[in-house]
């Protein structure tokens, strides 16, 4: 991670929103890693990961130099889950034990992957029940969402938010105006769909408590981000104590994130352990 960090710091968002993707479908068994085959199709292909999921080349060359020193032993989702937690740290982000002993799918789940993941328009109440169905609660959507701190995001996912949120052609309420103009002189009203911009405006590649402070300042950039401050109560609060403190936030991420990490992984002789991430092994 270290290396791919130095070449490009992004593979930190990169490889964190991979692990949040692969265990939101199926648990953490590393099926978003597999390419299509004549047997299935990927969970690449699904609406929420075609075009935007990226790190897949990262999470091979690890592989391959895992493969080489202990062969057949380190799961991928293992890998995964361990490179996630290393881009976090070197982003300057908090350390915490990766519980190990994951097992790979030998299959993917493309209807899962574009029914479980969060969309960047949900509602509050459908980002919580996605979660609530993995076993996460309120608390955990709040802090998770903190990992949008590093990271970018196309156009595309929020111009609905500059041009048309409540069908009367003009920006979003909830978006700060001086930040929805500044906003829209990049991403216009058709085209530019690829434009990228940092989900965090004020420290983009390091990983701290910024995000919350610009929700409060109502520059949210995703709907998905700014709603944990206007959709409830409960979410607010929670948004204002990170803002308030970076060691609060950093104490609470350590903890959901390796909740998250733990949703329903295979053990024992369950799956296996692929020698290549990106297909089940030969029998």
């Known amino acids: 991670m270290a290396d791919a ?14 692990h949040f993707h692969d265990c939101f479908v199926n648990g953490c068994d590393g099926s978003v890693l597999l390419d299509s085959s004549g047997v299935f199709l990927s969970e690449k292909r699904s609406n929420p990961n075609r075009d935007s999921l990226r790190g897949f080349e990262v999470i091979d060359k690890i592989k391959a ?19 996630a937690r290393d881009g976090t740290v070197l982003s300057g982000g908090p350390n915490w034990e990766v519980p190990l002993g994951r097992r790979d799918s030998r299959s993917p789940s493309l209807i899962g ?3 479980n ?5 949900n509602t509050l109440n459908t980002i919580l029940s996605k979660f609530q169905r993995q076993g996460l609660d309120i608390v955990d959507v709040v802090t998770l969402s903190g990992s949008h701190t590093i990271g970018k995001v196309q156009c595309s996912s929020f111009r609905q938010r500059l041009y048309n949120q409540n069908g009367n052609g003009l920006p979003d ?12 002189t990049q991403c216009p009203r058709s085209g530019g769909d690829q434009v990228m911009f940092s989900l965090d405006l004020v420290s983009p ?32 609060e929670l948004v204002r104590k990170y803002a ?5 936030f950093f104490e609470q991420f350590a903890k959901s994130i390796v ?8 053990v024992g002789s369950q799956g296996e352990v692929r020698k290549i991430c990106r297909r089940v092994n030969q029998r």
């Open 5 to 18: 960090m130095s070449a490009n710091p992004r593979w930190a968002a990169s490889i964190l929103r991979l």
């Open 65 to 83: 130099a895992v493969e080489e020193t202990c062969p057949e032993t380190v799961s991928c989702a293992d890998i995964l889950a361990l490179a």
């Open 113 to 115: 992957s574009n029914n």
């Open 117 to 121: 993941l969060p969309s960047p328009n």
């Open 173 to 184: 309420s909830t978006l700060d105006p001086s930040y929805a103009a500044k906003l829209r």
């Open 205 to 236: 590649a390091k990983f701290d408590n910024e995000y919350y402070k610009n929700i409060v300042a109502m520059k949210g950039i995703l709907s998905s981000d700014e709603v944990l401050f206007t959709g409830s109560q409960r979410t607010r």
């Open 244 to 248: 308030e403190s970076n060691e609060l």
């Open 259 to 266: 909740k998250m990490g733990s949703i329903s992984p295979l």
